[in-house]
Antibody, heavy 121, light 107 residues
Framework: EVQLVESGGGLVQPGGSLRLSCAAS????????MHWVRQAPGKGLVWVSR????????SYADSVKGRFTISRDNAKNTLYLQMNSLRAEDTAVYYC??????????????WGQGTLVTVSS | DIQMTQSPSSLSASVGDRVTITCRAS??????LNWYQQKPGKAPNLLIY???SLQSGVPSRFSGSGSGTDFTLTISSLQPEDFASYYC?????????FGQGTKVEIK
């Protein structure tokens, strides 16, 4: 069974840092692109970042570029999101999601349960 | 960036109704369009990929159509468990973008 379990969320002050983790199981983690998607309270889904299967290529939404860093440890089957210089507008539930390799549109076929990040003084 | 516009933003419908949600892209996506369902407090769930293919395990009352810039999600006969929010998403180019969502509520 495919499972994605996020952790690391919490309350942080503006300007602070946080590292999110996403532990993967039930599939060959090293074969899949992975994404982070966030959702502010009561709002819609917003794509944040993506990493390819071996970690050699990444991309970011403009809103987080230069502040967030996506990475992965394929030996530990874990995806990370390092978030620095956090702002109030970064407050959201953060989901990790797997991108299908079997479908050319690469939809997000599995999602974690999400972890809440609250940026407030 | 490709902008995705869904309509309506919300709708009220009864069990058994046929429901249609539309999604328009600011540029052609070919068929690189996916649909997700999200229930309150839960993660999104993939329903439809490449515009019209049904994800495994998703009931056949859900269907998708369209290509280019205009796409549609249809629920042929609304069931109680379908009351949720629905999002389209383009995976044609980075950054991946979502529509603003459509909330389907009970009439």
């Amino acid at each position: 069974e495919v499972q994605l379990v996020e952790s690391g969320g919490g309350l942080v002050q503006p300007g602070g840092s946080l590292r999110l983790s996403c532990a993967a199981s039930g599939f060959t983690f090293s074969s899949y692109w992975m994404h982070w998607v966030r959702q502010a309270p009561g709002k819609g889904l917003v794509w944040v970042s993506r990493i390819n299967s071996d970690g050699s290529s990444t991309s970011y939404a403009d809103s987080v570029k230069g502040r967030f860093t996506i990475s992965r440890d394929n030996a530990k089957n874990t995806l990370y999101l390092q978030m620095n210089s956090l702002r109030a507008e970064d407050t959201a539930v953060y989901y990790c999601a797997r991108a299908s390799t079997a479908i050319r549109s690469r939809p997000f076929d599995y999602w974690g349960q999400g972890t809440l990040v609250t940026v407030s003084s | 960036d490709i902008q995705m516009t869904q309509s309506p933003s919300s709708l009220s419908a009864s069990v058994g109704d046929r429901v249609t949600i539309t999604c328009r892209a600011s540029q052609s996506l070919s068929s690189y369009l996916n649909w997700y369902q999200q229930k309150p407090g839960k993660a999104p769930n993939l329903l439809i990929y490449v515009a019209s293919s049904l994800q495994s395990g998703v009931p056949s009352r859900f269907s998708g159509s369209g290509s280019g810039t205009d796409f549609t999600l249809t629920i042929s006969s609304l069931q109680p468990e379908d009351f949720a929010s629905y999002y389209c998403q383009q995976s044609y180019s980075t950054p991946w973008t979502f529509g603003q969502g459509t909330k389907v509520e009970i009439k």
